[in-house]
């Protein structure tokens, strides 16, 4: 069961040394101890050991049960960003492009999991660390600190996507998870905000390695949350979110990147805008996630050419949604393939950079070919995805996401003025394009070409710049969601106007904003209800 204790979350099956390569790029992977000779209580009694749970807390989050695959499938497909790719055969992976999740599919019953046993492995640390005598009494705290933020993120994504969750703070509540009941969203939010105002107080300013958390990171999901509960719950704490946006817009440490590109190159890890990352080292597959490889065209030559699963590509509204100063001259023809492979010109360097049309395989039999549909292009792997894992982070939270959470703030709070000038500073990056000086047309500066400043038509500005500006960044999704509580019909109108291949094929009914709880959950629990609609 996700939410009970499992052996591999009960041994750690690689040394501190392995755990940390995990994240920070190394090479030397230990091989892993026989299951038999670990247990809680032979094991965790030194700092080191105290520092591998720590860091197995986060390795969990690049797996393929959550951002390594199916929270990148679910999130994206289901979203009007996102549409199923026609080489895409497997109905099992691209059920979530229409919505048809039930409470059997790996779709739903994996992030559960997965995000359960990121929690259990933060529940030891935060349990076995007090226990261990450090030299180093606030690194301790930090450790402890971080355990509390992983569990506090994980439950914030299980409270959006399942609403009421099992809230499991210790391995005792693990161990008794067969006999508990779902735990109000109120009460589990009112615990991540206690857990995650204090670990901020313990967490660095600056991460102790590529991946883990920092007092920004925190600020961030703190933010993310108040802002969630403002919007979807509607509970009007826009101040809140504010507030805690503002620490990260405020801290000289981070900052937006000049070329909007360079922050997601391999060449560019540790850059100021990413402050919290899914980190991949291109090593090996357990120290790697592959962002790119959800979206690598198969006509590239699946498995040995450049392509992989190809499960989706974006849908013609996305494509065509960004400022131009012209119309586009890459349009789709009758057919939905692209009609002119002419260089885009005068449109948003984001949009530039992020698809593609072309592409070259390492197949010489295949070569340099253009693409029946725009590729999204924005994560590249030194090695062009061919070979040994993707060495690409996947950004969680970026500096971009701060701007616009304060400035949705301030716009919800009546300050719509404000908030376009954060608006405008995204703007003025994608204008000034790689930040070589040399200015894009477009986009303009938002209420400069007559634009309305009202508090609704500024709320729509801001989620279409989050929409250009972490575009397949795990986000539209919950946009949708979120939007449709402030104004009632949006998700679905948005998802049959977008991506009308969901309204035709699919079920495009309000319940399905919510996931089902695992049928194999309920299964063990009895107590466990389910979802309205499943």
Same mark, same amino acid.
């Given at each position: 069961?996700?939410?009970?204790?499992?052996?591999?979350?009960?041994?750690?099956?690689?040394?501190?040394?392995?755990?940390?390569?995990?994240?920070?790029?190394?090479?030397?992977?230990?091989?892993?101890?026989?299951?038999?000779?670990?247990?809680?209580?032979?094991?965790?009694?030194?700092?080191?050991?105290?520092?591998?749970?720590?860091?197995?807390?986060?390795?969990?989050?690049?797996?393929?049960?959550?951002?390594?695959?199916?929270?990148?499938?679910?999130?994206?497909?289901?979203?009007?960003? @996102? %549409?199923?790719?026609?080489?895409?055969?497997?109905?099992?992976? &691209?059920?979530?492009? /229409? =919505? +048809?999740?039930?409470?059997? $599919?790996?779709?739903?019953?994996?992030?559960?999991?997965?995000?359960?046993?990121?929690?259990?492995?933060?529940?030891?640390?935060?349990?076995?660390?007090?226990?261990?005598?450090?030299?180093?009494?606030?690194?301790?705290?930090?450790?402890?600190?971080?355990?509390?933020? @992983? %569990?506090?993120?994980?439950?914030?994504?299980?409270?959006?996507? &399942?609403?009421?969750? /099992? =809230? +499991?703070?210790?391995?005792? $509540?693990?161990?008794?998870?067969?006999?508990?009941?779902?735990?109000?969203?109120?009460?589990?939010?009112?615990?991540?905000?206690?857990?995650?105002?204090?670990?901020?107080?313990?967490?660095?300013?600056?991460?102790?390695?590529?991946?883990?958390?920092?007092?920004?990171?925190?600020?961030?999901?703190?933010?993310?949350?108040?802002?969630?509960?403002?919007?979807?719950?509607?509970?009007?704490?826009?101040?809140?979110?504010?507030?805690?946006?503002?620490?990260?817009?405020?801290?000289?440490?981070?900052?937006?990147?000049?070329?909007?590109?360079?922050?997601?190159?391999?060449?560019?890890?540790?850059?100021?805008?990413?402050?919290?990352?899914?980190?991949?080292?291109?090593?090996?597959?357990?120290?790697?996630?592959?962002?790119?490889?959800?979206?690598?065209?198969?006509?590239?030559?699946?498995?040995?050419?450049?392509?992989?699963?190809?499960?989706?590509?974006?849908?013609?509204?996305?494509?065509?949604?960004?400022?131009?100063?012209?119309?586009?001259?890459?349009?789709?023809?009758?057919?939905?393939?692209?009609?002119?492979?002419?260089?885009?010109?005068?449109?948003?360097?984001?949009?530039?950079?992020?698809?593609?049309?072309?592409?070259?395989?390492?197949?010489?039999?295949?070569?340099?070919?253009?693409?029946?549909?725009?590729?999204?292009?924005?994560?590249?792997?030194?090695?062009?995805?061919?070979?040994?894992?993707?060495?690409?982070?996947?950004?969680?939270?970026?500096?971009?996401?701060?701007?616009?959470?304060?400035?949705?703030?301030?716009?919800?709070?009546?300050?719509?003025?404000?908030?376009?000038?954060?608006?405008?500073?995204?703007?003025?990056?994608?204008?000034?394009?790689?930040?070589?000086?040399?200015?894009?047309?477009?986009?303009?500066?938002?209420?400069?070409?007559?634009?309305?400043?009202?508090?609704?038509?500024?709320?729509?500005?801001?989620?279409?710049?989050?929409?250009?500006?972490?575009?397949?960044?795990?986000?539209?999704?919950?946009?949708?969601?979120?939007?449709?509580?402030?104004?009632?019909?949006?998700?679905?109108?948005?998802?049959?106007?977008?991506?009308?291949?969901?309204?035709?094929?699919?079920?495009?009914?309000?319940?399905?904003?919510?996931?089902?709880?695992?049928?194999?959950?309920?299964?063990?629990?009895?107590?466990?209800?389910?979802?309205?609609?499943?």
């Amino acid at each position: 069961m996700g939410g009970s204790v499992s052996r591999s979350d009960i041994r750690r099956a690689v040394s501190a040394c392995a755990l940390s390569c995990a994240l920070a790029g190394c090479s030397d992977l230990l091989i892993e101890s026989p299951r038999s000779f670990l247990s809680t209580d032979s094991y965790y009694r030194t700092p080191a050991e105290i520092e591998a749970a720590t860091i197995a807390s986060y390795q969990h989050l690049s797996q393929n049960e959550l951002w390594r695959r199916w929270l990148v499938w679910d999130f994206e497909l289901a979203s009007d960003m @996102v %549409r199923i790719n026609p080489d895409e055969p497997n109905f099992n992976t &691209y059920h979530p492009g /229409l =919505l +048809l999740w039930t409470p059997s $599919d790996a779709s739903v019953n994996n992030p559960w999991n997965g995000l359960y046993s990121t929690i259990h492995r933060a529940n030891t640390v935060i349990e076995k660390a007090p226990r261990v005598t450090f030299t180093d009494a606030a690194y301790q705290r930090q450790l402890i600190a971080e355990a509390m933020f @992983v %569990r506090s993120y994980s439950y914030l994504l299980l409270t959006k996507a &399942y609403g009421d969750v /099992l =809230l +499991l703070l210790s391995l005792d $509540d693990h161990a008794a998870a067969t006999t508990k009941t779902r735990t109000p969203v109120e009460e589990i939010h009112q615990r991540i905000i206690a857990d995650l105002v204090a670990a901020e107080a313990d967490l660095p300013d600056a991460p102790s390695q590529l991946g883990r958390a920092s007092k920004a990171a925190a600020q961030m999901v703190l933010a993310d949350l108040y802002q969630w509960r403002s919007s979807f719950l509607k509970t009007d704490q826009w101040n809140e979110a504010s507030t805690w946006a503002k620490k990260v817009v405020d801290n000289p440490r981070w900052s937006l990147v000049a070329d909007y590109l360079a922050q997601y190159l391999p060449a560019q890890k540790g850059n100021a805008e990413i402050i919290w990352l899914i980190v991949s080292s291109g090593l090996d597959s357990r120290s790697s996630t592959d962002p790119a490889c959800s979206w690598q065209p198969r006509e590239l030559g699946f498995g040995q050419g450049g392509g992989c699963e190809v499960v989706g590509q974006p849908t013609k509204w996305q494509y065509e949604s960004y400022l131009c100063t012209a119309p586009d001259p890459l349009t789709f023809g009758a057919n939905g393939r692209i009609a002119d492979t002419t260089r885009i010109r005068g449109c948003d360097y984001r949009k530039q950079v992020t698809y593609r049309l072309t592409g070259c395989s390492v197949n010489p039999s295949i070569g340099c070919i253009v693409f029946k549909w725009p590729n999204i292009h924005k994560y590249r792997a030194k090695n062009a995805m061919v070979g040994v894992p993707s060495d690409v982070d996947f950004p969680l939270y970026r500096y971009a996401e701060a701007l616009l959470m304060y400035a949705e703030a301030q716009n919800e709070l009546g300050n719509s003025g404000v908030a376009v000038q954060y608006i405008n500073r995204l703007r003025a990056r994608a204008r000034n394009g790689d930040g070589s000086g040399a200015p894009f047309a477009v986009p303009h500066d938002y209420g400069t070409q007559g634009e309305a400043m009202d508090k609704l038509s500024v709320r729509a500005a801001i989620y279409q710049e989050r929409n250009w500006e972490m575009a397949h960044e795990g986000k539209r999704w919950f946009d949708l969601v979120r939007r449709n509580s402030l104004e009632p019909g949006y998700w679905s109108q948005s998802l049959i106007a977008h991506d009308p291949e969901t309204a035709v094929r699919g079920d495009v009914q309000e319940f399905r904003m919510r996931f089902p709880v695992p049928a194999t959950e309920r299964t063990l629990n009895a107590r466990l209800t389910q979802n309205p609609g499943y």
